[in-house]
């Protein structure tokens, strides 16, 4: 018998800054291709060729409980990367006891700031909504997925998938 890794603990940490006590949760992105459907002569039917990574972008979604000053004023970034959040993960298998430690790393900027409902003598959140262009996954230490949306890098378990494309356009 198997039991799946399960999330047992969490950190985000913000340009470096620890959330330790504040963090309450962590929506990690969503990973999408853009996928056409295609028939052309001779074919029985369609067959969805890949177009890139989805027009519906790299977010990630994070609540922290209290006010951050830091977050507040990452608002205004100007640079499309300009801040680098990083989420790790520790998983656990309650059937071996063995760990699983799952990384990853974005930069971008924050799009939405939800300051929530606010109420005297009640716990105060706001939740953060940050669009990326660039987006690591880690699992025990060996890079698993790379995107990296400004700089026409997409690796997938150490296969760098545009190295030809940049090659033949002479990046």
Same mark, same amino acid.
């Given at each position: 018998m198997a039991l799946p890794? @399960?999330?047992?603990?969490?950190?985000?940490?913000?340009?470096? @800054?620890?959330? $330790?006590? *504040?963090?309450?949760?962590?929506?990690? &992105? %969503?990973?999408?291709?853009?996928?056409?459907?295609?028939?052309?002569?001779?074919?029985?039917? &369609?067959? %969805?060729?890949?177009l890139g990574h989805s027009d519906d972008g790299i977010e990630l979604e994070w609540t922290l409980g209290g006010l951050d000053l830091l977050v507040l004023r990452q608002f205004g970034a100007v640079k499309a990367d300009g801040v680098m959040l990083r989420w790790a993960g520790s998983y656990q298998r309650d059937d071996t006891a063995e760990t699983t430690a799952v990384e990853v790393v974005v930069r971008g900027r924050h799009e939405e700031l939800d300051m929530c409902e606010a109420k005297p003598? !009640?716990?105060? !959140?706001?939740k953060i909504k940050t669009a990326? @262009?660039?987006?690591?996954?880690? $699992?025990?230490? %060996? #890079? #698993?997925?790379?995107?990296?949306?400004?700089?026409?890098?997409? *690796? $997938?378990?150490? %296969?760098d998938l545009l190295a030809e494309h940049r090659k033949n356009i002479g990046l």
């Open positions: 890794r @399960t999330l047992k603990h969490m950190m985000l940490f913000n340009n470096g @800054t620890s959330y $330790v006590g *504040q963090c309450a949760s962590v929506t990690l &992105p %969503k990973l999408g291709r853009k996928l056409e459907a295609w028939r052309g002569g001779g074919m029985d039917g &369609p067959v %969805k060729v890949d003598g !009640e716990s105060t !959140e706001h990326c @262009t660039y987006y690591k996954l880690s $699992v025990d230490g %060996k #890079e #698993e997925i790379e995107i990296d949306l400004l700089n026409f890098i997409y *690796q $997938v378990d150490g %296969k």
